[in-house]
């Protein structure tokens, strides 16, 4: 009775009436339909092979394009599920060309050459900001000694003929000397010598555990400008002069600045943030 009411509930749509006249009237014998009529996904799946030969040789020609448009238009697909698969298969294939850009933190003319040529050929439109331009600029500076910097706007005060280039969330951090308790050495005897009254012999020492530690001072944004490095932090801010700084120690989670006087300070940053600014000091400095 199931079947009978399954059969009759599809004997309504038009693309399947006439096998399913044939099953009622002959049986299961030679019966079959496309399944894909009543099933998106199936609809999906034959377009995403289609897409899958056109883009095998990674260029999508026009006249590939005009019959992915004529089969998508037939299957119904949406114009978010075509560009669904063509981002992906942008996206796999230069995956090896991203991943060598971002360990190295260089982007060269000729990796953006390659990008652009890729994103043509699939008729996918490419940009490179973000991190990308510092990927860049320290190429540049790297391979052609020059730093095209161009002044930001940021939120801090400025002097006469000083301009900002530079600004990042960043953590200030610096060495603390630690002195911990861990209890006495030695001892003492105690006698009463009237209500209340107490006097001891001997003498206990205390014992205390002193090391340094890296500590947190502030969260905050960290800025660099022409003259000097500025760190404008939620608890706690510091600044220092181009002239006092002595080294600048890269890490890969931040970078650690030594100045003329007073204790060295660690900023933890993303490790690109590190290596742009220390870029900049550099060239600053060797303006100066």
């Not at 009622?24 to 609809?43: Q, R, V, Y």
């Not at 971002?102 to 890729?118: G, I, N, Q, V």
Request: aromatic residues 10%; charged residues 30%; proline residues 3%.
């Amino acid at each position: 009775m199931g079947l009978l009411f399954l059969s009759l509930g599809l004997y309504t749509v038009p693309a399947i009436r006439r096998p399913i006249r044939n099953f009622l009237k002959n049986g299961a014998e030679g019966f079959s339909w496309d399944l894909s009529l009543l099933n998106p996904t199936s609809k999906k799946h034959e377009f995403k092979k289609e897409m899958k030969a056109a883009l095998a040789d990674g260029v999508l020609t026009d006249d590939e394009a005009r019959t992915l448009e004529r089969k998508a238009e037939e299957l119904g697909i949406s114009d978010e599920y075509i560009n669904k698969l063509r981002h992906e298969d942008f996206a796999k294939r230069i995956k090896p060309i991203i991943s060598r850009i971002e360990t190295t933190h260089r982007f060269s003319p000729d990796d953006e050459a390659e990008l652009k040529t890729m994103a043509g050929d699939l008729k996918i439109a490419s940009e490179f900001g973000g991190e990308f331009q510092m990927f860049r600029d320290l190429w540049t500076y790297e391979n052609e000694g020059r730093f095209d910097l161009e002044p930001i706007d940021v939120p801090i005060l400025t002097g006469a003929n000083e301009e900002c280039y530079f600004e990042a969330p960043a953590i200030w951090r610096q060495i603390k000397t630690v002195s911990k308790h861990r209890g006495y050495v030695g001892g003492s005897v105690g006698f009463r010598v009237a209500k209340g009254v107490r006097f001891s012999v001997g003498r206990a020492v205390p014992v205390r555990d002193v090391y340094e530690e890296m500590q947190d001072i502030s969260g905050g944004e960290i800025y660099v400008t022409n003259k000097k490095i500025v760190f404008n932090g939620s608890r706690k801010s510091t600044n220092v002069t181009m002239g006092r700084i002595v080294q600048l120690e890269l890490y890969n989670d931040g970078i650690e600045i030594r100045k003329s006087t007073g204790k060295p300070d660690f900023f933890k940053m993303a490790g690109v943030h590190a290596e742009y600014l220390a870029a900049i000091v550099h060239n600053m400095m060797n303006k100066n």
